[in-house]
């Protein structure tokens, strides 16, 4: 077919080759042929023709056999001939029907005519568009694939419309997880609090923010499980609009559905902040009626106590919290109570409460503590005799490296408070490394020495 186009060239036969061009396009169907014939018409002058033949090959391909090098080699013909409009035009065509994977080249040729012809704006335009077309693909294979949603509203949201926007989240919120688990929901609920900080910081509507929180509560199974950082956002978004009464009914409903520590704890920030001390005793009340073993809820509320000056009532807390049959952390919660009494000086309650803390455990740590408290306020020979008590307990009990221990401190209590001859009976007392001989008995009955 080329011999005989050829040919007719040689012969000046234009027509003739126009003809054999017509019918070779035609047998051998290949994007390159259609680009010789178009070519051809362009060499010789007839740029309507090349144009027609361009036009011809798109039609004849459709958008089932679309090929990138045609749509390359139309444009960069519109944009020999100076038409820019129309190269601009045919990229734009090419890139909307073709993915990604089948157009690469197609896409450095655009992003390189741009930069002859157009803006950055028009390389921008182009970029978005694919982006979301590979967002929106990956959402219609799978609408439970929340990473792609939020790829496409960050997307939409730098350079979108408010209703376009408003429109995708409205889309996104309507895939449910259908999985009953909360790990299953957590990425879902972000949709929520994304579109409820757009609502309101980026759209301006006040309203609109306050449906879409409670939308979102609407939504979330409570009785299986909840979300805090909901009800929070909720409260402090009724807070920044001056709606104190609104936040403090928020969280109300929040504590009496799903009574979560962590809410709890906010709902005492928020009063406190407001410098409703009141409130906050009958919210450490509600907290405790919930969970009476939870030791920080405690030590917190008689800390609320000791900070307002009533000693009384914070001492009263720690009473009764020292009394619960059951506690998560008693130990920490004993400590707070001792501090406490220390900080307020009441030696003879500190007394108290170690010797109770001592019928309860007599762990050598309880031991110590006790020694060295005594020690601080310079009553050495409390101190020594809580040592010497120490000492016979852990000794009848058998404890043997509990006592190492409390003999260990109570020989550096000797070297800081004691004289010579309580250092000798407490070096006496220390336990010693003792060698042993042992006979060594060979199988055949003979002696292996010792």
């Known amino acids: 077919w080329s011999s005989y186009i050829n040919m007719e060239l040689r012969y000046k036969e234009i027509e003739r080759a126009r003809e054999i061009y017509a019918k070779f396009v035609l ?4 994007v390159k042929n259609w680009i010789k014939f178009a070519k051809f018409e362009e060499k010789h002058g007839n740029v309507a023709g090349a144009r027609e033949v361009y036009e011809r090959a798109v039609d004849f391909f459709g958008e089932e056999y679309m090929e990138e090098g045609l749509f390359i080699g139309f444009a960069k013909f519109e944009e020999g001939q100076k038409e820019s409009e129309r190269a601009r035009a ?15 080249d197609l896409f450095k040729s655009y992003s390189i005519f741009e930069k002859k012809f157009g803006d ?9 568009n694919k982006r979301r077309f590979k967002y929106e693909t990956e959402i219609k294979q ?11 509203l960050r997307l939409l949201e730098a350079d979108g419309s408010l209703e376009d926007v408003r429109d995708t989240y409205e889309r996104a919120i309507a895939n449910i997880p259908l999985v009953a688990s909360k790990k299953g929901w957590r990425r879902y609920i972000y949709l929520w609090i994304n579109y409820a900080l757009f609502e309101e910081l980026e759209a301006g509507d006040s309203e609109k923010t306050r449906e879409v929180y409670k939308a979102c509560l609407d939504v979330i199974p409570h009785k299986k499980f909840t979300f805090g950082k909901i009800w929070l956002m909720f409260a402090q978004f009724e807070i920044r609009q001056k709606n104190l009464d609104g936040a403090r009914k928020i969280m109300g409903t929040s504590i009496g559905k799903c009574p979560k520590p962590k809410l709890f704890k906010g709902y005492i920030d928020l009063e ?17 009626e919930h969970d009476m073993s939870n030791c920080n809820t405690w030590i917190k509320f008689a800390e609320l106590e000791t900070i307002l000056g009533d000693t009384d009532r914070a001492r009263a807390i720690f009473t009764l919290a020292i009394q619960q049959a059951l506690l998560d952390m008693p130990e920490i919660l004993w400590k707070a109570y001792i501090d406490f009494e220390i900080e307020e000086e009441e030696h003879e309650r500190v007394r108290v409460l170690y010797k109770a803390l001592l019928q309860r455990t007599k762990h050598v740590k309880v031991w110590i503590s006790f020694a060295n408290y005594e020690a601080s306020i310079d009553h050495v020979t409390k101190a020594r005799d809580i040592y010497n008590e120490a000492d016979k307990s852990l000794q009848s009990e ?3 490296e509990e006592r190492v221990v409390c003999l260990e401190a109570w020989k550096e209590f000797e070297t800081k408070h004691g004289t010579d001859e309580t250092r000798e009976a407490i070096r006496k007392k220390m336990p010693r490394r003792v060698k042993k001989r042992r006979k060594i008995d060979v199988e055949e009955g003979g002696e292996g020495g010792w």
């Open 27 to 30: 047998v051998h169907p290949t």
């Open 90 to 104: 045919i990229y734009k065509y090419a890139l909307e029907k073709l993915t990604k994977e089948q157009c690469p």
């Open 120 to 128: 950055r704006r028009g390389i921008e335009d182009v970029i978005i």
């Open 142 to 152: 799978n609408p439970l694939n929340y990473d792609a949603w939020f790829d496409l």
């Open 272 to 288: 406190l902040q407001m410098r409703e001390f009141d409130r906050c005793r009958k919210i450490y009340e509600k907290f405790l």
């Open 398 to 400: 058998s404890q043997k």
